[in-house]
């Protein structure tokens, strides 16, 4: 499995950097336009789901465990140097966000009242390749449904589990129920959920995090240095700066999505006449989950002394907690929970949606009753993942990942002159 991974990303890193790059030039690096990005948020939809609301899924989806564990598993591994590289890679890659989000809204198709949309209708409708649209739906049903999803309700489960004695069993019923309370209402029940618990996890993580991290002022210089320097240690090139870079790309990719496709999902959601608008707004969606929310993760765990922690069946979140506890004390400790259960359950919510969206795209006809299935399988999941081994489902995450990357990229890069094209029309 090692090896399987090993040589998709690989590919997927070609695939990612190399689109990113061109797309970025081609279309003049509208990512760092940043007063041009923010302008976007005002725009008004058709339907029920404004841009902002299509931003706030898209986050939800974004800003989970991997903001928290996955960045805690970085650092352990690759060093204080992966952060850099996930900076690095989030700036060139971010354009991909804007390229399939704009795909996805410009072929996203009605849905009753609401719209729909994605890589696979894109895929389908732009490019004309019905058998590798299959193909995505069904990997990222897998990928979200089978994986995100449940390593979701496993971290959860295993920091609450570890503060409180309730069996796992009984937590994974809990956050079952609760997902299922909201995933029968729907797209509209999904986004309000999503869209008034975004806010609220985003400025109560920051607002901890910005408190410890003032009281650190001093020692912030030291840590970006450091940062910096790992990211460029040449020593034992080949398990050194490789394997920090690698791990600095992944961790990229599962924090912002970029380039995956997921995020175009969320975005076809909105009736939005400006799709380019539209696109361009899920850049900003990318930097705050990087540069803010992701930056701070890294900052707590890098002013404490985590390399003396040693782990078997690690799912990263250890790492987080121990930070946190080290500052805050038992605060530290019923912060991080409360924190692990917005950002892991809007997650959840999302990821389902993402499921949903592509089951409807491949059974057009009698999808009612599909995705009462992949309701009813949802929720058994997320019960299966919260007493399941965390290490398995990052393995499998990690190749089903990759493939997605691949896929969205190669039919993005199919349609390159059309984006390009599009983005010229509508700077005119």
């Known amino acids: 499995m090692d090896i399987v991974t090993d040589v998709l990303w690989s590919i997927a890193t070609v695939c990612l950097l190399g689109?990113?790059?061109?797309?970025?030039?081609?279309?003049?690096?509208?990512?760092?336009?940043?007063?041009?990005?923010?302008?976007?948020?005002?725009?008004?939809?058709?339907?029920?789901?404004?841009?902002?609301?299509?931003?706030?899924?898209?986050?939800?989806?974004?800003?989970?465990?991997?903001?928290?564990?996955?960045?805690?598993?970085a650092i352990y591994i690759g060093g204080p140097g992966?952060?850099?590289?996930?900076?690095?890679?989030?700036?060139?890659?971010?354009?991909?966000?804007?390229?399939?989000?704009?795909?996805?809204?410009?072929y996203q198709e009605k849905d009753g009242n609401e719209y729909k949309g994605g890589p696979a209708y894109y895929i389908d409708k732009g490019l004309k390749n019905k058998k590798l649209a299959v193909t995505y739906a069904v990997l990222?049903?897998?990928?979200y449904v089978f994986g995100f999803m449940t390593i979701q309700a496993n971290t959860i489960t295993k920091s609450i589990g570890e503060y409180l004695p309730i069996p796992n069993l009984i937590i994974g019923i809990i956050i079952a129920l609760l997902s299922g309370m909201i995933i029968v209402k729907g797209l509209n029940g999904i986004v309000n959920i999503t869209s008034k618990m975004v806010p609220i996890m985003g400025i109560g993580y920051?607002?901890?995090?910005?408190?410890?991290?003032?009281?650190?002022?001093?020692?912030?210089?030291?840590?970006?240095?450091?940062?910096?320097?790992?990211?460029?240690?040449?020593?034992?090139?080949?398990?050194?700066i490789l394997t920090t870079f690698i791990i600095g790309l992944q961790r990229g990719i599962f924090s912002t999505e970029a380039g995956l496709g997921s995020g175009a999902i969320a975005s076809s959601t909105s009736g939005v006449n400006?799709?380019?608008?539209?696109?361009?707004?899920?850049?900003?969606?990318?930097?705050?989950?990087?540069?803010?929310?992701?930056?701070?993760?890294?900052?707590?765990?890098?002013?404490?002394?985590?390399?003396?922690?040693?782990?078997?069946?690690?799912?990263?979140?250890?790492?987080?907690?121990?930070?946190?506890?080290?500052?805050?004390?038992?605060?530290?400790?019923?912060?991080?929970?409360?924190?692990?259960?917005?950002?892991?359950?809007?997650?959840?919510?999302?990821?389902?949606?993402?499921?949903?969206?592509?089951?409807?795209?491949?059974?057009?006809?009698?999808?009612?009753?599909?995705?009462?299935?992949?309701?009813?399988?949802?929720?058994?999941?997320?019960?299966?993942?919260?007493?399941?081994?965390?290490?398995?489902?990052?393995?499998?995450?990690?190749?089903?990942?990759?493939?997605?990357?691949i896929i969205n990229m190669y039919c993005m890069m199919k349609m390159r002159k059309e984006i390009v094209y599009d983005y010229q029309k509508y700077g005119e």
């Open 19 to 73: 689109g990113g790059l061109y797309f970025s030039y081609r279309l003049k690096f509208p990512q760092l336009h940043l007063l041009k990005l923010f302008k976007t948020c005002g725009g008004k939809s058709k339907n029920s789901i404004s841009p902002l609301a299509s931003l706030s899924m898209s986050l939800a989806a974004r800003i989970g465990v991997g903001s928290l564990a996955g960045i805690a598993i």
């Open 82 to 106: 992966t952060i850099f590289w996930m900076w690095i890679i989030t700036i060139f890659t971010s354009i991909n966000a804007y390229c399939e989000s704009y795909l996805g809204a410009k």
């Open 140 to 143: 990222i049903i897998i990928a």
């Open 206 to 240: 920051l607002s901890v995090s910005a408190l410890v991290i003032f009281c650190h002022l001093s020692q912030l210089p030291d840590i970006f240095k450091l940062i910096i320097s790992s990211a460029f240690n040449f020593k034992a090139a080949s398990s050194g």
């Open 274 to 405: 400006d799709k380019v608008g539209l696109g361009l707004l899920q850049i900003l969606g990318i930097y705050f989950t990087t540069f803010i929310i992701c930056t701070s993760t890294a900052i707590l765990i890098l002013l404490s002394d985590y390399q003396t922690l040693s782990f078997t069946n690690l799912n990263g979140i250890e790492i987080t907690q121990y930070a946190l506890i080290k500052e805050l004390g038992q605060f530290g400790n019923i912060f991080l929970i409360l924190s692990i259960f917005f950002f892991a359950f809007s997650t959840i919510l999302a990821g389902y949606y993402y499921g949903e969206s592509n089951v409807k795209y491949l059974f057009k006809k009698n999808s009612s009753k599909r995705v009462s299935l992949l309701k009813f399988v949802t929720i058994l999941l997320l019960i299966i993942g919260s007493i399941i081994s965390p290490t398995v489902l990052w393995k499998i995450i990690d190749i089903l990942v990759a493939l997605l990357a």
